[in-house]
């Protein structure tokens, strides 16, 4: 007995240890994490530097240090609480419309008949294009005198000329154009995971005689709530850091009408080269970036992870 | 000493004499475009970076083949799409391989502050090319007595144009059109009683060179400055050309004659409009008459558009941009020297002494150029007549060129960029928000102050 106790102690002390999760996800992500690392690491601190400098080009380059200077200009400058405020306005609005219409071209996309699966293939061009050539599509688009409003009108025999890109709206305008851009991925990530859901649970549904809102509630919906989250961050970020859509579709206008964090930075550090201020207010936004994910996981991320 | 040329007779001598004179002659003669196009060509082997906006880059990239195939040179010429400007200002920062760029007068100059311009005074034969321009595109492209850069283009930005079809027929004559911006307003408002909804496209479109330039031209047109020209102090004035000029946007943008859409306008898209139709009057380039009245592409306006008489005063201000060549770090003076050279034949003549560059652009697109040889010549008098409504128009093309203002005071200093964009932004606020007019001259006037203290001008 005490023979066969020992032979498979010496059996389980040959067998390699399993190693844990957490382990072999930090083997895993360790090479992207150096690399991330490198890649970042060195400008964030070549912009903290900056921040407490005041940078001059003209007359012979020059760093002269000021402190936290150009942090507390920040709260006395009208242009960064203007462009906050449109940044937040455009997030917002840019998610919802984001996870609201990739939902629904999921919901689209599983139902469809055999011989028009092939649509699948074709929804995903929208996120193909470049933000830089949506920009540039959405701007033609939006125009009164190439635009599809004007087009509309027209078919209704009228003459006006309808302007999408207007001061009032233009947030709005740029919204639908940033969904349209990035929903088809988050439709093509919610279909996959509403292929996985078992035919069983839509026959148990129908057994139990729920109505179709029912069945997409209790059935359809609750797989995908941690995927809805992980793009809901996704899309935030994306939303806040956007710049090259905006800078090619609307140039910050009409006027300043859409002149977003970004592009304010861009006006700082890029048209008045007054690298110290703008690195110091790009960390707001990184600051602002930070909080909303932060918020949006102990909010909601954290019961997600639970469930 | 030979026999033979001891006994030569005076007839002997005279005919050799001259077949000797005739050889050297000759000789030299043939040699002479070897010399130039010797000059022009490349010897360390290394690429010549050339970067510029996009525009019409099939000539530009057609001119660099010639240039590579007749020299054998190794010209690398690529376009850079979005904000020009600073893409470029970055680039120069970064000391990326550029050596050759487009740059608009403002922006060389603040190239030039930066220390990232080699003025085209290094070139050898610079005072040659200085004498050949016309003294007052010479003194604008001029900073501390350099000559910054050699002839892309010279134009009128902002000169009025006249839609004449339908503003004839709602009732008005030739003799009646506007001579100055107050009389174009009230033209304005007179052709919208006619029934005329949309008479006017102001120069308001949000590109770097839009809403801000309109100002700028409308208060010189009127008589004033922005600032002063050799002090870079604010001129502008409340009950002056600055106020008046606001005073006349704030009065059109309430109206509802101007369509919102205009604030959002590239330059494609301000010209678009213009040749729609829809309007009669706008401030446009003086080379897009000749778009406007080619009935291939601009249907709905063509062979009807002329421009307004700059007798009483002028329209629009100078629009033109240079061939720069930059100064950047660790290039080798062979290579400096190619650049020169490409330099040197592109924006001024080739091997066979011809503007070649020049007369093409000005055939093509009718870009004028710096050079007095290029625009008095009876090519171009040719080119221009065929690009407009009628004949007659060329002599006031002239007059509408020869009148054009600079605004020196604020193009000729470092700050220019900065303050353009702050104009442009404030501008919009100053429609969009209904902002109050002394407010904005007197902020206008503070902003120039703060930027001259803040470079110590």
Known sequence: ?307 | MSNDFLNMNRRGFLRNTALLSATALTSSLAALPFAHAADFKPTSGETVYFRGWQFRTDVVQGNVDTYNKTFDGKVDYATVTGDYPAIMEKALIANEALDVLYANPSSAVRYSGGGWVLPASELPNAQEIADGMYPNIRDAWSIDGKLLGLSYFVSTRGCLHVFTKPYLEAGFTEDQLPANWDALYEMVYALHEKGVATPYLPHWFGEYFGISWGFVFEVMNRGGQVADPQTHKPLLTVDGPAGKTLEAWKKLWKSGLVPEEVFSYNEAGYIDAFRSGRYIFSPQQIYDLKTFNDKAQSGDVAGHVSLLSAKEQSWGLIDSALYLMTSRKGRSEALTEDVKKFVSWYGYKDEKGEFAVANRWLKENMLFSAYKSVMESDEARTAVSTSLMRPEDYDRVLEVYSKTPYPKGIWNVVWSEEFNFWLRDKLFAFLQQDLDVEGVVNEANAKIEELNARYKI
């Open chain 1, 1 to 307: 007995m005490a023979d066969n106790v020992s032979s498979k102690r010496a059996a389980g002390a040959q067998r390699p240890a399993e190693i844990s999760t957490f382990s072999f996800a930090l083997i895993v992500s360790i090479p992207v994490l150096l690399f991330l690392l490198i890649v970042v690491a060195y400008p964030l601190a070549y912009a903290f530097y900056l921040s407490f400098n005041e940078i001059r080009f003209f007359g012979g380059y020059s760093a002269d240090w000021v402190g936290f200077q150009n942090y507390a200009k920040v709260f006395y400058d009208q242009s960064f609480w203007s462009s906050l405020s449109k940044t937040f306005r455009f997030t917002i609005e840019t998610v919802i419309l984001t996870l609201g219409v990739g939902l629904g071209l999921a919901l689209i996309l599983k139902h469809l008949p055999g011989k028009w699966r092939w649509l699948r293939a074709l929804i995903i061009l929208p996120w193909a294009v470049s933000p830089y050539g949506a920009g540039i599509f959405f701007a033609y688009l939006g125009r009164g005198q190439t635009g599809v409003g004007t087009a509309v009108a027209a078919m209704f025999g009228s003459s006006q000329t309808i302007n999408l890109i207007s001061a009032r709206f233009v947030i709005e305008y740029l919204a639908v154009g940033a969904a349209w851009n990035m929903a088809p991925l988050v439709a093509f990530f919610l279909l996959a995971n509403m292929l996985t859901t078992p035919q069983r649970l839509y026959d148990l549904a129908k057994i139990d005689r729920m109505s179709r809102l029912e069945t997409f509630w209790h059935v359809t919906l609750p797989p995908l709530r941690f995927t809805i989250f992980v793009f809901t961050c996704i899309t935030t970020v994306l939303a806040m850091k956007t710049f090259d859509y905006i800078f090619t579709e609307t140039q910050g206008g009409p006027g300043g009408a859409s002149s977003v964090l970004t592009y304010t930075l861009y006006k700082i550090s890029f048209v008045n080269l007054d690298l110290g201020y703008g690195a110091a207010m790009s960390f707001f936004l990184l600051a602002v970036i930070l909080v909303s994910t932060g918020i949006l996981y102990f909010l909601w991320g954290r019961k997600e992870e639970r469930q």
